[in-house]
């Protein structure tokens, strides 16, 4: 089986000291690739040397809704620079109304940037979003959806949002919240979601699958929610990693060109 980790943060300190050994798991438990999201500027530069030592961790650039109000002056620009000078997706960025409403503005603002970057480069953006789902959708539609595509991660979204988000260009990402016995709504949006849109993730070093007993998570652990996904849609393991892996090609593979796998 051949899987592909949609979303990880590799370079958190929790895991970058022994990246080599996390890496060499995630190989081992079959996971080929890895998109790894930076979420701001200081851990650009370490999401660009992990992809750079590793074939299978693809990188992308960008500032998190939990950052935003840390920017420093011209990030923006930076930010583009970065993005144009390395083959590497827009992510981690989106909106995250649970913090301080006097951040919105910003949070909102900093996602318009980001997504107008993602659109002139031509680049796949990674979506985080919590507790502002209608202001997302009003921003992906007033910048005309997702053009070269985009995951929204962990998505945790109320059901009906599925099919909105399928249509601006969204595709779907879950993690090991689906391993919860209690996470009703997530399972609900699983089972609905189109085979061409659906994905899975660890977010690793965070979210440790249900059951599992780890000081922090990593993408060797992506097989639970794996078999989590394929037991909600009634479908069978292997070809719920195929399908899987098969998206996240289409959606990442253009970052792929030019890098090999050793075996
Ligand atoms: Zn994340």
């Given at each position: ?29 079959g996971i080929l690739w890895m998109m790894c999201c930076a979420t701001r500027e200081e851990d650009w530069d370490g999401v ?216």
């Amino acid at each position: 089986m051949k899987l592909f980790d949609a979303h990880v943060h590799l370079q958190d300190s929790r895991i970058l000291n022994r990246a080599s050994e996390v890496i060499r798991r995630a190989r081992e438990a079959g996971i080929l690739w890895m998109m790894c999201c930076a979420t701001r500027e200081e851990d650009w530069d370490g999401v660009i040397e992990l992809s750079r030592m590793h074939a299978g961790v693809l990188p992308s650039l960008g500032v998190h809704p939990w950052h935003v109000h840390q920017c420093k002056t011209g990030w923006q620009e930076r930010l583009e620079a970065g993005i144009g000078a390395h083959a590497c997706g827009v992510g981690e960025i989106g909106l995250d109304y649970a913090l301080d409403p006097q951040t919105r503005e910003l949070q909102n603002t900093a996602l318009v940037v980001q997504l107008r970057i993602a659109r002139r480069y031509r680049r796949p953006v990674s979506i985080h979003c919590r507790k502002a789902w209608g202001p997302l959708t009003a921003i992906l539609r007033q910048e005309g959806g997702l053009p070269d595509g985009g995951l929204v991660h962990a998505f945790g979204g109320p059901p009906d949002l599925v099919k909105v988000l399928e249509q601006l260009g969204a595709f779907l990402s879950f993690g090991a919240a689906l391993t919860r016995p209690g996470n009703k709504r997530a399972k609900s949006a699983a089972a609905i979601v189109s085979p061409q849109r659906l994905l899975i993730e660890t977010d690793s070093p965070d979210m440790i699958p249900y059951g599992v007993e780890a000081d922090f998570n990593e993408p060797a652990h992506l097989g639970r929610v794996l078999e989590t996904l394929a037991a909600i849609r009634g479908a069978d393991v292997p070809k719920t990693a195929e399908l899987t892996f098969a998206n996240s090609l289409r959606l990442f593979g253009n970052l792929i060109k030019g890098r090999t796998l050793n075996p």
